[in-house]
C-alpha cells in the first residue's frame, strides 16, 4: 500500500500517531476504524501479504482457505453480513448425519443425527456447569476437572436412564464427542471443564466459506486504503519500548524505526508466548500470567484432490469394504462433513487410533464444487503427520507416498471406492503446517486448558492492555469478547473493542461502530 497523507487535525486536536501490529483481521480492522476517526496509522505486517491466520492458495487449480475456512454461528455474526456484501459464497452446515465407525462401517444417517445431536445436549449441559461455577451460582470447578471426565459421567447417567446398552452406547457418545478437539486444536483429553463457557459461541448454523474468505480480506484491506493508512509489509517487529516520558518506540526487522503515541499488538497468542523479550520494559505480571496460561491449539489441514468425485455416484453410505449400496443416485452429493471416529481398520498407520473429521468440497455450490476431499488434523495426530512430511516439496513422490499411505485407510471408505479405478486414485496432497510458522505462533488458535486457572481473568487484563497508561494494547482472536474466542469473527470484534479503547484514551469518537 502507498504512503497516504494522513486525515487533516482540527486546530486544536494533536495528530495522534498509532502503530497496529499484524495485518490480520483484527488488525485491519482496528485500523480502519482509528484512521476513519482521524488517527494517523501505520500498520506493520511480517508476512508478505495480509490475513496472518486468514490466507488462500491456488495449487489445486482452485482457490482453497489455508487457515480459517468457516464463520462460526449466524446469530449477530458481522461476517454474515460482510459475506452478503461481498458477494462470498457460503454454505450451510448443521448436524452431521455422516459418520463412519470404529469398524469402518457407515451409520445410517437417522442413527448418527441422533448420536450427534444427544451429544450436542451433553456438550451444552457441561458448558452449563461451567456457567454457573464462573458466574458464582454454584460451587466452583477445580483447575484440574477435565471435561471429558463430566462427560464421561454424564454420558453413563443418561445410558442407565434410558435404559441403553451403556458400552455400545458410551462408545459410540464418547468418540464423536472427541470432535471437539478440532475446535480448540487440542485433544480434549486436555481441556478443562472450569473454563469451558468461555468457548461457547454464537446460535444458528456454522458457515462453509465455499469461495474463500479473499473477497472479505480484500474489502477489509480497501477500507484501511480509503482511511489513508500505511501498511508495511515484510516488517517484523523486533522491539516495542515504551518511552519513560510517553509514547512507544517500535523496530522491526526491515531496519523500520518509529515512535508512537500508541501501539496495538495483534500478533497471535502463540507469538507472544514466545516473544516475550520484545517488549521493554517486561510486561506487568498479570499480562504475563494471561499470556502463558491460555492454551494455543494445533489445526492443520490436508488437501487431497481426485480425477473425480467418486463418492458422489450414490446418496447411500459405503459399506465396511468400501462398496456402495442402496440405489444409486448419482444427483445426490455425498455429505460436505463428516467423522471418522477413531478407527481400528489402521492400526498400522493410526495405532492411537486418532479420529478425524472431512470436508467434501464436491459438495459446494457451482463451480465451487470440486472433487477435493480436505481433513483436519489436531492434537498429536496433527504434530505426528505434518512431522512426517515436514520440509518436503509438496510435489516429490515421497511427500505424496506418505500422506497416501496414512490417508488411504479412510478414502477408501468412501461410496464407491475401487482400488483399481484411476477415479480413485488421488491426483494431488496438500497439506498446512500452521505449527511450524512462526508469524502464526507456532499453532493455530486459542483455547483453554486444564490448570489454566481463571481465563475469564486472563481475558480482562488481555483486553485491557496497558494501554490506558501506556500506550501499549492488545488485539486478536485471544482478547475477543464472548461468542467469538478463536474465530475471525472474534478478531474483527478485538479490532472493533482495542480501536475503541484507543479512541476513548485520546477523546476521539469512532464512527462505523454498528457492531459496538
Not at 300 to 320: G, Y
Not at 349 to 357: G, Q, S, V
Amino acid at each position: 500500500m502507498a504512503q497516504h497523507t494522513p486525515p487533516l487535525s482540527t486546530p486544536h486536536t494533536k495528530d495522534f500517531h498509532i502503530c497496529v501490529i499484524g495485518a490480520g483481521i483484527s488488525g485491519l480492522r482496528a485500523a480502519s476504524l482509528l484512521s476513519n476517526a482521524g488517527f494517523k496509522v501505520t500498520v506493520l505486517e511480517a508476512r508478505d501479504r495480509i490475513g496472518g491466520r486468514v490466507a488462500q492458495s491456488s495449487q489445486l487449480g482452485f482457490p482453497i482457505d489455508l487457515g480459517a475456512s468457516w464463520i462460526h454461528g449466524t446469530q449477530g455474526n458481522p461476517f454474515v453480513d460482510l459475506a452478503r456484501e461481498t458477494g462470498t459464497t457460503t454454505v450451510a452446515c448443521g448436524a452431521v448425519e455422516s459418520i463412519c465407525g470404529s469398524d469402518g462401517v457407515w451409520l445410517d444417517a437417522g442413527t448418527a443425527g441422533t448420536y450427534y445431536e444427544e451429544v450436542w445436549e451433553v456438550l451444552e449441559i457441561a458448558m452449563e456447569r461451567s456457567r454457573a461455577g464462573l458466574a458464582g451460582e454454584r460451587e466452583g470447578i477445580e483447575d484440574g476437572v477435565r471435561m471429558m471426565d463430566f462427560v464421561r459421567d454424564e454420558v453413563r447417567k443418561r445410558a442407565a436412564e434410558s435404559g441403553k446398552l451403556e458400552e455400545e452406547y458410551a462408545r459410540v457418545m464418547l468418540q464423536i464427542v472427541e470432535m471437539w478437539g478440532a475446535f480448540m486444536g487440542d485433544d480434549c483429553e486436555n481441556q478443562g471443564l472450569k473454563n469451558l463457557a468461555l468457548d461457547a459461541g454464537l446460535g444458528g448454523d456454522n458457515l462453509l466459506v465455499a469461495s474463500t474468505f479473499k473477497d472479505i480480506l480484500n474489502h477489509l484491506l480497501l477500507q484501511v486504503e480509503s482511511r489513508r493508512t500505511t501498511l508495511r509489509l515484510n516488517c517484523e517487529v523486533t522491539s516495542i519500548v515504551k518511552r519513560p516520558t510517553g509514547g512507544v518506540d517500535i523496530e522491526a526487522s526491515d531496519r523500520f524505526q518509529g515512535s508512537f503515541d500508541d501501539v496495538v499488538v495483534t500478533a497471535p497468542l502463540g507469538w507472544l508466548k514466545r516473544n516475550s523479550h520484545v517488549f521493554s520494559p517486561p510486561l506487568p505480571p498479570a499480562i504475563s500470567t494471561a499470556i502463558q496460561s491460555l492454551g494455543y491449539g494445533n489445526l492443520d489441514k490436508v488437501f487431497i484432490k481426485f480425477p473425480r468425485a467418486f463418492w458422489d455416484d450414490t446418496q447411500e453410505p459405503p459399506s465396511a469394504t468400501g462398496a456402495s449400496g442402496g440405489t444409486q443416485n448419482p444427483l445426490r452429493p455425498f455429505p460436505i462433513e463428516s467423522l471418522f471416529l477413531s478407527p481400528n481398520y489402521a492400526l498400522h498407520t493410526n495405532p492411537a487410533k486418532w479420529r478425524t473429521e472431512i470436508i467434501c468440497f464436491s459438495g459446494a455450490p457451482g463451480k465451487y464444487s470440486q472433487p477435493v476431499i480436505m481433513f483436519f488434523v489436531y492434537g498429536q495426530w496433527g504434530r505426528h503427520i505434518t512431522g512426517l512430511i515436514r520440509g518436503m516439496k509438496q510435489d516429490s513422490d515421497e511427500y505424496y507416498r506418505i500422506l497416501d499411505k496414512h490417508f488411504r485407510p479412510y478414502y477408501s471408505r468412501m461410496p464407491n471406492y475401487r482400488p483399481a479405478s484411476l477415479d480413485c486414485k488421488p491426483l494431488q496432497y496438500l497439506s498446512t503446517d500452521w505449527q511450524n510458522d512462526a508469524f502464526a505462533g507456532y499453532g493455530s488458535f486459542t483455547n483453554q486448558p486444564v490448570m489454566s486457572g481463571d481465563c475469564t481473568e486472563h481475558f480482562r487484563v488481555l483486553r485491557e492492555g496497558i494501554g490506558k497508561d501506556q500506550g501499549i494494547w492488545f488485539a486478536g482472536e485471544h482478547t475477543s469478547p464472548p461468542g467469538g474466542l478463536g474465530t475471525v469473527t472474534g478478531a474483527y470484534w478485538s479490532g472493533e473493542e482495542v480501536a475503541k479503547r484507543v479512541a476513548q484514551r485520546h477523546h476521539r469518537c469512532l464512527k462505523d461502530m454498528e457492531s459496538i
